[in-house]
């Protein structure tokens, strides 16, 4: 089991950027070998795909409509996985989550949650116009 904490969520205004954290609480080493994902949901919406990265970090993977303004990243030596998100406009609301594929995923499958075997509770992000 990979267990996950993110942090970084607040309230920003329009136009700003945002570094969101994902941690990983145990010490095995399923972490090293982990897809990494960060997901949203928008209150009253289904949760969605944002951004996803291999084990290696040579690999990301974008959900098309926030290509270009957020940026994950990954250090295994922290055992951490980060979100960059810039100009941040008031759709991008939303509780961002953070989750593990622990055994990976090949391309065509990162963007689906059920793909994914851990996740978070969830950091809110709040942009103000």
């Known amino acids: 089991q990979v267990q996950l904490v993110e942090s970084g969520g607040g309230l920003v205004q329009a136009g700003d950027s945002l570094t969101l954290s994902c941690r990983t609480l145990?010490?095995?080493?399923?972490?090293?070998?982990?897809?990494m994902g960060w997901f949203r949901q928008a209150s009253g919406k289904e949760r969605e795909f944002v951004a996803a990265?291999?084990?290696?970090?040579?690999?990301?993977y974008y959900s098309d409509s926030m290509k270009g303004r957020f940026t994950i990243s990954r250090d295994n030596t922290r055992r951490r996985v980060y979100l960059r998100l810039d100009s941040l406009t008031p759709e991008d609301t939303a509780v961002y989550y953070c989750?593990?594929?622990?055994?990976?995923?090949?391309?065509?499958?990162?963007?689906?949650?059920?793909?994914?075997?851990?996740w978070g509770q969830g950091t809110r992000v709040t942009v103000a116009t």
């Open positions: 989750a593990a594929a622990r055994f990976g995923l090949i391309d065509s499958a990162m963007s689906r949650p059920t793909e994914y075997t851990d």
């Open positions: 145990d010490t095995s080493t399923d972490f090293d070998t982990a897809t």
């Open positions: 990265i291999d084990w290696t970090g040579s690999r990301t």
